[in-house]
């Protein structure tokens, strides 16, 4: 359930705020509330077992062999990319 909140501010940011809120077809409600979230997962990235949401949904869907390092796998997917005849 959403909670009312005010604010005040100087107007020439509640513009700046508005424009930006239509420029990314969104509210400044939702946009602010970005914000905040963005914050706090910053804050929290310090700590060594934070996973954000996105990556803590995403895990799991990839069973990588172990035996192939980070440049190995980055190595065969640019070959894969690129080696192919265009």
Same mark, same amino acid.
């Given at each position: 359930?959403?909670?009312?909140?005010? !604010?005040?501010? +100087?107007?020439?940011? &509640?513009?700046?705020?508005?424009?930006? %809120?239509? %420029? =990314?077809?969104?509210? &400044? /409600?939702?946009?602010? %509330?970005?914000?905040? =979230?963005?914050?706090?997962?910053?804050?929290?990235? $310090? $700590?060594?077992?934070?996973?954000?949401? !996105?990556?803590?949904? %995403?895990?799991?869907? &990839? +069973?990588? +062999?172990?035996?192939? /390092?980070?440049?190995?796998?980055?190595?065969?997917?640019?070959?894969?990319?690129?080696?192919?005849?265009?």
């Amino acid at each position: 359930m959403n909670t009312k909140l005010t !604010l005040s501010m +100087d107007k020439s940011v &509640v513009e700046r705020a508005k424009q930006a %809120a239509r %420029a =990314r077809n969104t509210s &400044v /409600s939702a946009m602010l %509330a970005g914000l905040v =979230r963005g914050l706090d997962a910053l804050d929290h990235s $310090h $700590h060594a077992d934070f996973i954000g949401p !996105l990556t803590q949904s %995403a895990a799991g869907l &990839v +069973d990588l +062999d172990a035996s192939h /390092s980070d440049a190995d796998l980055l190595s065969e997917a640019l070959w894969e990319r690129y080696s192919e005849t265009q």
